[in-house]
């Protein structure tokens, strides 16, 4: 079985032998591909090529690195537009999460987690008692979850690690997981294991329909979305909020939010407007 990837190569190249494939020949086929796709998707398959020709060079099968300087190609049409509530669906998804908390069940904690936080699923799922400092009113991330594995892994990148300063009341309504007596602050006594993703999905979304919140394609992941909105829409500053995400350069932040930060830049430019209009 090649797989997806392996599916598409054959498409284009057919039989075509790895070491008669020159650089103009595989710029064709990104071009191709990228025609009808996401620049994620195009990336990602970018990516794999590039790991097989790597290796390819390093067994002498081939002598040249066809996929160096190439330009990726995409379709902005595709592209997904970042998911998230305003700020008042917010605050109803907020008030239905707080209903009925109950300690036995951890998922509503781990969605108010990701929403008041911005914290990726793994980072939420990976942590234990001692990274929350009740003290300093902060959390300190510095290992994700493996739920496949059932265990530690690292951060997603080295900028991931990082402490950050949350509410005192979400601190105090963590405290009452204690009663679960697991060094895991999200341990499950029904399930004997953190919640997996689709867990979490499946409650998210359970809770956004019982709430007439209707968003397509919205997911666990969506609340690190909500997050970032809900701080630009009160005037965060984009540094700030790309340190408490744990991105490596702000320009990773611009260009993974740059349509919600278009959306409320537009915003601001009409209040320049109309605040410069009042001097005249």
Not at 144 to 155: G, H, M, V
Not at 189 to 202: H, I, R
Not at 258 to 278: G, H
Request: proline share 2%; no cysteine.
């Amino acid at each position: 079985m090649l797989g997806p990837i392996g599916n598409v190569l054959t498409k284009y190249f057919n039989k075509k032998k790895l070491k008669d494939v020159r650089k103009s020949d595989y710029q064709a086929f990104i071009n191709w591909y990228g025609a009808d796709h996401a620049r994620d998707s195009v990336n990602k398959l970018n990516g794999a090529v590039k790991k097989m020709v790597s290796f390819a060079l390093d067994d002498e099968i081939i002598r040249k690195d066809f996929t160096s300087n190439i330009q990726v190609i995409a379709n902005k049409d595709r592209e997904r537009k970042v998911e998230y509530l305003n700020q008042k669906e917010t605050a109803v998804l907020m008030d239905a999460v707080k209903a009925d908390l109950d300690p036995d069940h951890p998922v509503k904690y781990m969605i108010l987690t990701a929403l008041l936080t911005g914290m990726r699923k793994s980072e939420i799922q990976a942590l234990t008692w001692n990274d929350l400092d009740f003290l300093h009113s902060t959390i300190n991330i510095n290992k994700s979850w493996d739920e496949i594995e059932k265990a530690f892994k690292p951060t997603k990148t080295l900028s991931s690690r990082r402490v950050i300063p949350v509410n005192r009341e979400l601190l105090k309504m963590l405290a009452s997981l204690k009663a679960n007596n697991s060094t895991m602050v999200f341990y499950s006594p029904e399930y004997d294991q953190v919640p997996t993703g689709n867990a979490l999905n499946k409650a998210l979304r359970l809770i956004m329909h019982q709430q007439a919140i209707a968003k397509q394609g919205f997911h666990f992941h969506s609340l690190r979305h909500v997050h970032v909105a809900y701080l630009l829409g009160k005037g965060v500053d984009v540094y700030a909020i790309s340190k408490r995400l744990g991105h490596s350069d702000i320009t990773i932040t611009l260009k993974a939010y740059s349509y919600l930060i278009d959306e409320y830049k537009a915003q601001n430019d009409d209040l320049i407007v109309k605040k410069l209009q009042e001097l005249i």
